[in-house]
Nanobody
Framework: VQLVESGGGLVQPGGSLRLSCAASGFTFSRSAMSWARQVPGKGLEWVSGIWSDGSTYYADTVKGRFTVSRDNAKETVYLQMNSLKPEDTAVYYC??????????WGQGTQVTVSS
């Protein structure tokens, strides 16, 4: 199983970024995919998720600003982040939950929101 995130970087407050997570090594279309983030010294925060049927989840802190989507043909999940705030600064991780049992994580991508 491999999950490779990309798309992080430095952006000004109010700006946008799109994160991508390219997956391989498991049945992507049948797996729940999600995004979580972590700030050094703090716990992991679940940000958003998308299930195999397309239903989605958003944390209250990002609802209305972030949009999760998936492309099963490309085995990729995306996180479109708009109206970014300094408090969105974190390392963002992609997660795959396979067969409802196994959890896999990517290496993370840094998002920094600062002027």
């Amino acid at each position: 199983v491999q999950l490779v995130e990309s798309g992080g970087g430095l952006v000004q407050p109010g700006g946008s970024l799109r994160l991508s997570c390219a997956a391989s090594g498991f049945t992507f279309s049948r797996s729940a995919m999600s995004w979580a983030r972590q700030v050094p010294g703090k716990g992991l925060e679940w940000v958003s998720g998308i299930w195999s049927d397309g239903s989605t989840y958003y944390a209250d802190t990002v609802k209305g600003r972030f949009t999760v989507s998936r492309d099963n043909a490309k085995e990729t999940v995306y996180l479109q982040m708009n109206s970014l705030k300094p408090e969105d600064t974190a390392v963002y991780y992609c997660n795959a939950r396979v067969w409802g049992v196994y959890n896999y994580w990517g290496q993370g991508t840094q998002v920094t929101v600062s002027s």
